[in-house]
Nanobody, 127 residues
Framework: QVQLVESGGGLVQAGGSLRLSCAVS????????MGWFRQAPGKEREFVAT????????YYADSAKGRFTISRGNAKNTVYLQMNSLKPEDTAVYYC????????????????????WGQGTQVTVSS
């Protein structure tokens, strides 16, 4: 089992930045591909970014490319999502996720491939 706790959400003006954090506890941190998803009111859950078990491979949704960066701090067992140039359409609840897998460079983008989810953190971008 692994536990995921997100933090760092909040209210920011368009063009601003936020850094989301996800504290990972339980099994070995490097056992999982880590991802971020988001869900806006009335919309389906949407993939944002993922980081492989090795930490060497990343994959982003088109909406996140060039603006968001996923990374991890191994010493702190934490995954980050740095979000820059935020837009009102980025407003959503953001969820940290973990996927068990054997391939070190696996970068899953489908929510159904993830095994563990955090409780979510609200991000609101005002225009």
């Amino acid at each position: 089992q692994v536990q995921l706790v997100e933090s760092g959400g909040g209210l920011v003006q368009a063009g601003g930045s936020l850094r989301l954090s996800c504290a990972v506890s339980g099994r070995t941190f490097s056992s999982y591909a880590m991802g971020w998803f988001r869900q806006a009111p009335g919309k389906e859950r949407e993939f944002v970014a993922t980081l492989s078990r090795s930490g060497s491979s990343t994959y982003y949704a088109d909406s996140a490319k060039g603006r968001f960066t996923i990374s991890r701090g191994n010493a702190k067992n934490t995954v980050y999502l740095q979000m820059n140039s935020l837009k009102p359409e980025d407003t959503a609840v953001y969820y940290c996720t973990a996927a068990e897998g054997t391939r070190a460079e696996w970068v899953p983008a489908r929510w159904s491939l993830y095994d563990y989810w955090g409780q979510g953190t609200q991000v609101t971008v005002s225009s």
